[in-house]
């Protein structure tokens, strides 16, 4: 069964830095879009940044400048490194495997992750 499994949330101060990974199973990873979702509470789910089988990115203007987002096809990882938090930046942070980005997101999603909480303190 194919998982996507997040890991490098945490609590840190405003202005601090986390990075984010998303690694997976799944045999067709090299080949499909990836997006880094988050949901703060009593809030929509919203695209952070996203990148391409073929390595594009694209991001929220909220975060353009600080997050970086990046792909290791050998190890399936996508990396999520965010720099210079600030509390609007916390929520629950979502991987997820997909098609193609379109102006909704990412487009055929076959997996989501299970989620990794950020906080930033003030």
């Known amino acids: 069964q194919v998982q996507l499994v997040e890991s490098g949330g945490g609590l840190v101060q405003a202005g601090g830095s986390l990075r984010l990974s998303c690694t997976t199973s799944?045999?067709?990873?090299?080949?499909?879009?990836v997006g880094w979702y988050r949901q703060a509470p009593g809030k929509l789910r919203e695209l952070v940044a996203g990148?391409?089988?073929?390595?594009?990115?694209n991001y929220a203007d909220s975060v353009v400048g600080r997050f970086t987002i990046s792909r290791d096809n050998s190890k399936k990882t996508v990396t999520l490194q965010m720099n210079n938090l600030n509390p609007d930046d916390t929520a629950a942070y979502y991987c997820?495997?997909?098609?193609?980005?379109?102006?909704?997101?990412?487009?055929?999603?076959?997996?989501w992750g299970h989620g990794t909480q950020v906080t930033v303190s003030s």
């Open positions: 997820a495997l997909g098609r193609y980005f379109d102006v909704r997101g990412l487009g055929g999603i076959d997996y």
């Open positions: 990148i391409t089988g073929g390595g594009r990115t």
């Open positions: 799944a045999s067709i990873f090299s080949i499909s879009a």
